[in-house]
């Protein structure tokens, strides 16, 4: 019997369909992690340093999608220089019981892609692996929602909207059209300082309930895990899985290249 060819007709629709529901959840961090960065100078305005609070942490509310818990909390010091969001996701998907835990951290134009654990039907299929992506000035400005530059403000039709009040901080509200030729398609959000309180996508809202400002974040929380190998990953790979994206590793506990 070809066990591979009968695994693979049974469970490779399954496992397709989870592939493609993680990416997803990979590009709601990754849409939290980067829609503050862009324009202007000094603490709260700059890609170096886009908040107007010093430190902080953002609990949002847990998401519902397919069945599937999805739970995110957002660490940021030194006004936003360093900046880690925490997603942990939980249920049943195609009949697999599943629970991933990772992180999208950022320290300046440095952003890092972590699985701390990803278990699949009683198998933890996370690597010790640190995918390393350097974000330029200009992929910052194009995917930036607040702070934003005045051409970007342009380009993407950006629109103030009064305010709204979101965990007992009142934001301003706005929206952006990412998409020129699908204007009805707008995004919109609630920011406090540039800390993004809520940002609303098709069919997915994402909203805070609790933050915690000026608190003492851990320093654990900005660094790459011990026993983790960093490996260097172009922008345009940073949501392929690691049997897709052929990269070069770097010192880090470790060297290893591929």
């Known amino acids: 019997m070809d066990y591979f060819s009968t695994f693979a007709k049974i469970y490779y629709p399954k496992l397709f369909i989870m592939k493609k529901f993680l990416i997803l959840v990979q590009v709601i961090g990754l ?11 000094g603490k709260g305005s700059s890609p170096e340093q886009p908040f107007g609070e010093e430190s902080g942490i953002v609990t949002y509310k847990a998401m519902e999608i397919s069945g599937v818990k999805v739970t995110q909390t957002m660490y940021f010091d030194d006004y936003g220089k360093k900046e880690t969001h925490e997603m942990l996701v939980v249920g049943i998907m195609m009949d697999v019981e599943m629970r991933q835990h990772s992180i999208e951290m950022r320290d300046g134009n440095i952003a890092y892609r972590i699985e701390l654990e990803n278990m699949a039907g009683g198998q933890d299929q996370a690597q010790k692996t640190a995918y390393k992506t350097t974000l330029t000035p200009e992929l910052f400005d194009e995917m930036s929602m607040v702070p934003i530059s005045a051409a970007s403000k342009t380009k993407l039709d950006y629109k103030e909207e009064g305010k709204e009040t979101i965990a007992g901080l009142e934001g301003v509200k706005f929206s ?15 920011h406090y300082k540039n800390i993004l309180l809520k940002i609303t996508l098709p069919q997915i809202e994402i909203i805070a309930e609790k933050v915690e400002l000026g608190v003492k974040v851990p320093a654990d929380k ?6 983790y190998t960093v490996v260097e990953q172009p922008v345009g790979q940073s949501l392929q899985t690691p049997a897709e994206a052929p990269a070069e590793a770097t010192e880090e506990n470790g060297t290893r290249r591929r």
């Open 31 to 41: 849409a939290l992690l980067i829609a503050c960065k862009s324009g202007g100078t």
């Open 176 to 190: 952006v059209c990412p998409d020129s030729t699908n204007p009805q398609n707008r995004i919109s959000g609630v």
């Open 222 to 227: 900005f660094k790459v895990p011990e026993g």
